[in-house]
T-cell receptor
């Protein structure tokens, strides 16, 4: 069966510090991968998606970047965090040519 | 521009009764719709989906109805149980299954009272 891991579960970072969130998927190959953010009281906003190694599409211009160094690894980064980067970050995967996405447990990021 | 809207932020129903969660969309190119359930501090879990070639899909206590002319879909939960209390998100896809991009609504918080 497939599983998706995210870490860390919670993170408190000062403004201006760097960020690295990691997501890995097990039990499948060549998944589509996604990063979402849920701000307080808001819906899920798609930040990045990837259909293959090194292929990243950005949905919203912002202070964040994403990379996919391996088939089942997706990383969300920032060089300098802003207060507005606080939120609940979710990684998801889907099979190629499939609409259903499966989410990880999420990372709660608080920028102080 | 919010392409997928859930206009009711919250809904409260009694255990055993029907819960009806609504979702509206504006983009006529959407051809696949999904419902997700989310507990606090957890990732959403997939519940049920429907293709635009259908108007109804049923899975146990959960039924999704799609009205393409009204650009409206709804999720019915019958009978509702206290464990159903969660945030429910509807999502839509615009035919790009090779990328699988989904557009999510804002969510509706369902409370089922014992």
């Amino acid at each position: 069966s497939q599983t998706i891991h995210q870490w860390p579960a919670t993170l408190v970072q000062p403004v201006g510090s760097p960020l690295s969130l990691e997501c890995t998927v097990e039990g499948t190959s060549n998944p589509n991968l996604y990063w979402y953010r849920q701000a307080a009281g808001r819906g899920l906003q798609l930040l990045f998606y990837s259909v293959g190694i090194g292929q990243i599409s950005s949905e919203v211009p912002q202070n964040l970047s994403a990379s996919r160094p391996q088939d089942r690894q997706f990383i969300l980064s920032s060089k300098k965090l802003l207060l507005s980067d606080s939120g609940f970050y979710l990684c998801a995967w889907s099979r190629d040519m499939s609409y259903e996405q499966y989410f990880g447990p999420g990372t709660r990021l608080t920028v102080t | 521009d919010q392409q997928v809207k859930q206009n009711s932020p919250s809904l409260s129903v009694q255990e055993g009764r029907i819960s009806i969660l609504n979702c509206d969309y504006t983009n006529s190119m959407f051809d696949y719709f999904l419902w997700y359930k989310k507990y606090p501090a957890e990732g959403p879990t997939f519940l049920i989906s429907i293709s635009s070639i259908k108007d109804k899909n049923e899975d146990g206590r959960f039924t999704v109805f799609l009205n393409k002319s009204a650009k409206h879909l709804s999720l019915h939960i019958v009978p509702s149980q206290p464990g159903d209390s969660a945030v429910y998100f509807c999502a839509a896809s615009g035919g790009s299954s090779n990328t699988g991009k989904l557009i999510f609504g804002q969510g509706t918080t369902l409370q089922v009272k014992p």
